[in-house]
Structure formats: C-alpha cells, structure tokens
C-alpha cells in the first residue's frame, strides 16, 4: 500500500513567486493534515480536513496561504505570494478518525522543503 | 496556548542508553506519541502511551509518562548508531508537536 506522498521534494523560488504543494494521503484516510517546520523551530500544525471540508485552519498563518481539498481526495497547499519566512518543510499527514483501538496514527509524508530566496 | 517541550540534542555512545525528555501542557491527550525522523524521510510513529498508563515497553523502547508532571520520557536501552535521527513527541488533542531532539549515536 503506498503511503502518504508529497511533491515536489524541493522547489525554490524567489519572493513573490507562488509555489503549490501536493500531497495525496493514504486511500481511504478521511483525515488529512498539513505541518510546517522552519528550520529549528517546532513542527507546527497548520490545518485539518476531514475528507474535503476544512476541521480546524487555525494554524494557517496568513491569507498567502490556501489549502483546498477538492473531492475530498488530494490536497494542495498554494503559497501567493511567497515571502522569504515561508521557507522551510511543509509535511502532509493522513490518518483514520479514532475508532475503538484505533489510535489514530499519523502517517507522514517526507515533506516538501520550500526555500523562498 | 499548548506547548511542548523537548531538549534539542542527545549525544551518547554506541551501547548506552538514551533518555529523551518531553513536558507537554494538554492534559486531555488521550494518547502522546513518540515520532522519528530520519535524515531525508518523513516522520514515523515510533511508540506510543495512552494517556491513562504509566509505562509501556516494546523491545528496546520504554515510555514512561507521568500525568501529574505532564512529562513524558523515552528511554532507547543498547543504543545503535542506527536510532540517529530526530525524534518528536507529540500530543494529538491539540496537533502540536516538541520542536524535536536530535539524538546522535557515535560508536
């Protein structure tokens, strides 16, 4: 089964310039999330769907920021226009709500590092 | 608003034991996980405790979590130079995760 999947990898772009993430969660996973690391700083949450409706976007830190999940399926993060804070990992999880023993594991991606020059 | 904490950097020798230290402020985690991530990958679940245990042991891992403190500690027994990596604990109620303990292995 394939896992939690982001693109692009790496992308750099200069200040101003708009970039889109992807990620595409495990089949079946209602539950998406997106995470953000600046470099030494915490993993910090950015927004939950439950399959295409927004949970929880309290994390999102400005309006450059739009997350979509169309079809409740893949979901892309649009940065418009990057500033050079933006720059850093932007990890997408996926998971099941919980459900009896289910514990609700976070699977991740393995990021996509932005690097805003 | 949440917070939780970890020490930033673990260095030990190739057989020792490690212990990494988390605080957390949410008490109404039902679960708090321990994450690892490896150079170049995402995250990985590594462990996990349910909020109303005190320990829990899986081969060389053991999670100790003390509710009253809201702290909570991973201790790696016989450490490899494999189990390098950064490791996160994280608290689901709230999405928040520690800022991540670099744990470097030297044999």
């Known amino acids: 089964e394939a896992g939690v999947t982001q693109f692009p990898s790496h992308s750099v772009i200069e200040k101003g310039q708009t970039v889109t993430l992807r990620c595409d969660p495990i089949s079946g996973h209602d539950n998406l999330y997106w995470y953000r690391r600046v470099m030494g700083k915490e993993i910090k949450f950015l927004l939950h769907?439950?399959?295409?409706?927004?949970?929880?976007e309290s994390g999102m830190p400005n309006n450059r920021f739009l997350a979509e999940r169309t079809g409740g399926t893949y979901s892309t993060l649009k940065v418009q226009p990057a500033e050079l804070e933006d720059s850093g990992v932007y990890f997408c999880?996926?998971?099941?709500?919980?459900?009896?023993?289910?514990?609700?594991?976070?699977?991740f991606g393995e990021g996509s590092r932005l690097t805003v020059l | 608003g949440e917070d939780v904490e970890q020490s930033l950097f673990l260095s030990v020798r190739e057989g020792d034991s490690s212990v990494i230290n988390c605080t957390y402020t949410?008490?109404?985690?039902?679960?708090l996980y321990w994450y690892k991530q490896e150079p170049g990958a995402g995250l990985q679940l590594l462990t996990y405790i349910f909020s109303n245990m005190d320990m829990k042991q899986d081969q060389r891992l053991t999670v100790l979590l003390n509710k009253k403190d809201k702290h909570l500690s991973l201790r790696i027994a016989d450490t490899q130079t494999g189990d390098s990596a950064i490791y996160f604990c994280a608290e689901t109620s709230t999405l928040t995760f520690g800022k991540g303990t670099m744990l470097l292995v030297s044999p």
């Open positions: 769907f439950v399959k295409e409706s927004k949970q929880d």
């Open positions: 949410d008490s109404s985690s039902t679960y």
């Open positions: 999880a996926s998971s099941q709500p919980y459900r009896g023993a289910n514990t609700g594991e976070l699977f």
